[in-house]
Antibody
Framework: QAQLQQWGAGLLRPSETLSLSCDVSGGSLSGYYWGWIRQPPGKGLEWIGEINEIGNTNYNPSSESRVTISVDTSKNQFSLKLASVTAADTAVYYC?????????WGRGTLVTVSS | DIQMTQSPSSLSASVGDRVTISCQASQDISDSLNWYQQKEGSAPKLLIFLAENLESGVPSRFSGSGSGTNFILTISSLQPEDFATYFCQQYANLPLTFGEGTKIEIK
């Protein structure tokens, strides 16, 4: 059964770049979109963007200018970079697999932006 | 963007109660609607996809209905493990958007 294992830095200073990666084990990248969703403390879920195995991306316009999602098919991994972070980017970040619904989720990474 | 409005934002209920949660889309999304359950400190878990289809392994006390702009998640008999927050999510249009959540608390 496929699983998602995510990792990345949990504490950033304002203006730094958030960098998270997600490893897909027990399954293939093919046939899915692989996305990132975040959840500020005590708040709802916000879709950041997604990528498929050939590198086609979709981004949320709310942060599109700062976001890069990439895929490494040789490692079965995909990654998120969010530039110029501020305190408003403090959230739990989830990686997830999508067909129509998000049917497989990583455990989440709390990223805190603080000076 | 398609706005997803859930109601209520929270509710108190007892074990055995029938519970319904509403989700309204700001425009017609046909049946492109999913429901998730999230427990404290955990990732969301898919319950219902395509408005009314039960995800494998999800108890049959959960059901979804609706189409167009109005959707409902029903829990027929609330169990102790159902106390959690529930989110709807549309995938008719990008950007994908979620409702703000409905928290079910123990009465």
């Amino acid at each position: 059964q496929a699983q998602l294992q995510q990792w990345g830095a949990g504490l950033l200073r304002p203006s730094e770049t958030l960098s998270l990666s997600c490893d897909v084990s027990g399954g293939s990248l093919s046939g899915y979109y692989w996305g990132w969703i975040r959840q500020p403390p005590g708040k709802g879920l916000e879709w950041i963007g997604e990528i498929n195995e050939i590198g086609n991306t979709n981004y949320n316009p709310s942060s599109e200018s700062r976001v890069t999602i990439s895929v490494d098919t040789s490692k079965n991994q995909f990654s998120l970079k969010l530039a110029s972070v501020t305190a408003a980017d403090t959230a739990v970040y989830y990686c997830a697999r999508r067909t129509m619904p998000f049917d497989l989720w990583g455990r989440g990474t709390l990223v805190t932006v603080s000076s | 963007d398609i706005q997803m409005t859930q109601s209520p934002s929270s509710l108190s209920a007892s074990v055995g109660d029938r519970v319904t949660i509403s989700c309204q889309a700001s425009q017609d999304i046909s049946d492109s609607l999913n429901w998730y359950q999230q427990k404290e400190g955990s990732a969301p878990k898919l319950l219902i996809f395509l408005a009314e289809n039960l995800e494998s392994g999800v108890p049959s006390r959960f059901s979804g209905s609706g189409s167009g702009t109005n959707f409902i998640l029903t829990i027929s008999s609330l169990q102790p493990e159902d106390f959690a927050t529930y989110f709807c999510q549309q995938y008719a249009n990008l950007p994908l958007t979620f409702g703000e959540g409905t928290k079910i608390e123990i009465k």
